[in-house]
């Protein structure tokens, strides 16, 4: 039975049988229709026999048949459908002369397949109840599981590859006759095609390009639930005889959680994947688990002066199929999970650069670099584990490159910003990145500042990185180690994942150590004192926020393996949950960051190696448990020694002894020139503000003071944070316009402001943060609102 669940706040279930079947590749073919709110299309997916299959293969067909029975018992699926629907197919017209599809080959099959949403029936496919009983066929066909949620699924196909010109060279045997060798002679074609050897990618993608367009040769049967789609075709029992490549046509919906239809900050319309929990399973069908790797490519049309982004290695150039439509074309040759796949559609500009910068950015660039001969010593001899693929670690042109081709796109009204700091930060932290790790695992870099309803100040995806626009104000500070975070993510993350999804740990915890390095040989010229000092300040500011989430979050979010000895296990046919992945509040929490990072940072591992430090403890100590781990807490207080904690604290000092000063007279004006401040950096203010918070009172006239003095207004995200919780506890009413600002243009750092104007429970805060969520609401992140609006109402 399929499990219902409550989709915001239970696990997430994977339910792909991926043991049985491998996802090898995707061929996207889709339209976005800004009007609908809808992306339609078709998918083609290439598959190979799963492990599971082959291990129990050679034991006889009977053993692997129970378990296909015992998975077919296990859901109660909505019963199985045959479609009536007259979808045209592609044709298979092809020119051998490029593996990427000509701008004419795309003209011809746009026309061809205009007609995709002209069928769909009235009843509705993706829920239809009029079909044929699974219960009569689940104990004897293989049946096949997808991810798939929120997608109105219209038409399932087996692809006949067979039909390709030129694809005679993937045959073992020249003749072979009646319907069930043509079968087999598909999937052969299919399993020599997806086993190409590296060398031979561009074939590949070029066959992989014209067996997506060749015609359907027979409906299958399918089925969608609340978390799957499920695909049989009659009497056939085994992974092995089951079509290797189908072509599903389907619709996105626009309530769909996968991607978001909103405006940007110019007020133009987009669409993009967000992040979601449920990943892009709402995007098109797929495989979710980790262990499903695989390779994509996608033809996108949208109307002209739209500009299509997406995880790809190509920088796409756009063609014209016809007046007013362009397609873009992006493909990876990297297998990758596809829960990594992002795409952002909107009124992107390219972000320019003045000649002048342009050479200093590149005088930078080798700055960095690593001499040509330290470079070969470092990888000359190192040889990958990895499945084979184009990989740039074997390069050696890519071994050389500090810096990768990138491009900085953002909505008109934030061009300018871009440039004033972004543009220059993105090549000095690539170099960075080099200088630390050596070869960049991707081959270019697309950034784009997204709308601001995006949860996050970032995130990470094969070739493209999504910055909230809360990095740009406020000097280079913020945008650097956060460019430097989503980086670092190149490497842990996803050139290297986690096997488990619940082991976030294990990424995050590398990519906010690495933050730290990256930007110190970013920034240039600092001393290793210096760069100590940063590190150590920044350590405190994190080992502070970890306590505060301790004290006010659920135990069992705090755990870095919820799933503890146990992680990494799947069912028989693949299927297994991420614990706790559709959490709504789970997304804020910052344990995974900050644990592991911590740890990376103490200094006392080789004491600790002699003190019997093993993997056992390490699980029970720091992974498997709530709360701060004991090493943590005797090192917290070492870090408040450092020369700018310690230069904080001089500062905040003379802002208590001011505040009581004032209160004593509250009838003199304080003289300007009583107190001297001193300057600080952005982490500084953050902590000094940290501090100030602790006060239980602090004047008007303080609140003033400290505003102007170091220009709060003015600063990063997280010191404008830091004041915003200022004004709402000391109700100053002057900093109520930062509040409804900061709420606007911050979303990604702002849900828990309005906890905090509830519980003061003060009438004007109230009403300030219901006004300023009934302004926000319609386009703010679904997990976002549903946490706020629990903190409202």
Known sequence: METQLDPMKDDLPLMANTSYM???????????????????????????????????????????????????????????????????????????????VSGKEEEAASDENSNHSNNEQASGISSSKDCCDIEDHGNKDFLLVLDCCDLSVLKVEEVDVAAVSGIEKFTRSAKLTGVSKLENLRNQIVHELVTLPADRWKEQLYYFTHCSQAPGCGELLFSTGTWSLEIRKSGIQTPADFPHAIRIWYKTKPEGRSVTWTTDQSGRPCVYTMGSPINNRALFPCQEPPIALSTWQASVRAAAGFVVLMSGENSAEPVQLREGILNWYYYVSMPMPASTF???????????????????????????????????????????????????????????????????????????????????????????????????????????????????????????????????????????????????????????????????????????????????????????????????????????????????????????????????????????????????????????????????????????????????????????????????LEEGETWKECQLVQQVTGEVTKWIQTNRRIRKSSKKKMKQDEVVFQQLLPDQLVLLLEFLL????????????????????????????????????????????????????????????????????????????????????????????????????
């Open 22 to 100: 491998l996802v090898k590749h995707y061929v996207l073919d889709l339209d976005v229709d800004f009007k609908s709110k809808v992306i339609e299309g078709s998918i083609v997916l290439f598959f190979e026999t799963g492990s599971q299959y082959r291990k129990t293969s050679s034991a006889g067909k009977e053993c692997c048949q129970s378990q296909f029975d015992e998975t077919c018992k296990m859901r109660a699926s909505e019963p199985c459908h045959t479609p009536m629907i007259n979808v045209s197919t592609c044709s298979s017209k092809m020119e051998y002369n490029d593996f990427a």
């Open 342 to 632: 992002t795409i952002a559609v909107g009124c992107w500009q390219e972000v320019k650069q003045q000649s002048f910068k342009q050479k200093a950015a590149i005088g930078t660039n080798t700055e960095f670099s690593l001499p040509s001969s330290q470079t070969d010593l470092r990888w000359h001899e190192e040889i990958c584990g990895h499945m084979e693929y184009p990989c740039r670690f074997q390069n050696p042109a890519a071994r050389l490159q500090a810096v990768i081709p990138y491009r900085v796109f953002a909505p008109r009204c934030l061009l300018e910003s871009c440039e004033e700091y972004l543009l220059q930060l993105v090549p000095q932290c690539l170099s960075a990145a080099y200088a630390t790790l050596g070869t960049h695992p991707f081959s270019r870099l697309d950034v784009l500042i997204v709308p601001s309803n995006f949860s996050s100040l970032g995130m990470a995806s094969p070739h493209i990185i999504f910055l909230s626009q809360s990095v740009l104000p406020g000097g280079s500070h913020l945008c650097g180690t956060r460019l430097c975070h989503e980086i670092a993510h190149a490497w842990f993350g996803l050139a290297i994942g986690a096997r488990d999804w619940t082991e976030e740990w294990i990424s995050e915890g590398f990519a906010t150590f690495l933050e730290d390095l990256f930007w110190a040989r970013a920034q240039q010229q600092l001393s290793h004192d210096e760069i100590k000092g940063q590190q150590e300040l920044k350590a405190l500011l994190r080992w502070r926020r970890l306590r505060d989430e301790v004290q006010n979050s659920e135990e069992e979010l705090q755990v870095l393996r919820p799933k503890k000895e146990s992680t990494g296990e799947v069912s028989e046919s693949g299927a297994s949950v991420v614990k706790y992945g559709l959490k709504a509040e789970k997304i804020f929490m910052q344990v995974h960051y900050l644990k592991d990072f911590l740890s990376m940072l103490l200094e006392d591992i080789p004491k600790q190696k002699q003190s019997g430090l093993t993997v056992e403890s390490i699980f029970q100590n720091w992974l498997d448990t709530s709360g701060i781990p004991k090493p943590l």
């Open 694 to 793: 602790e006060e239980k009172t602090l004047c008007p006239r303080i609140l003033q003071c400290l505003e102007r003095t170091y220009q709060l207004r003015e600063q990063d995200a997280e010191v404008r944070h830091r004041w915003c919780e200022l004004v709402i506890k000391h109700k100053y009413e002057p900093g109520y316009g930062d509040i409804e600002r900061f709420l606007r243009e911050d979303q990604a750092m702002g849900v828990y402001l309005y906890g905090e104007l509830m519980v003061n429970e003060d009438a004007k805060q109230q009403e300030l943060a219901r006004k300023c969520f009934a302004a926000a609401q319609e386009h703010m992140d679904a997990s976002s609102a549903k946490v706020v609006a629990e903190m409202l109402f």
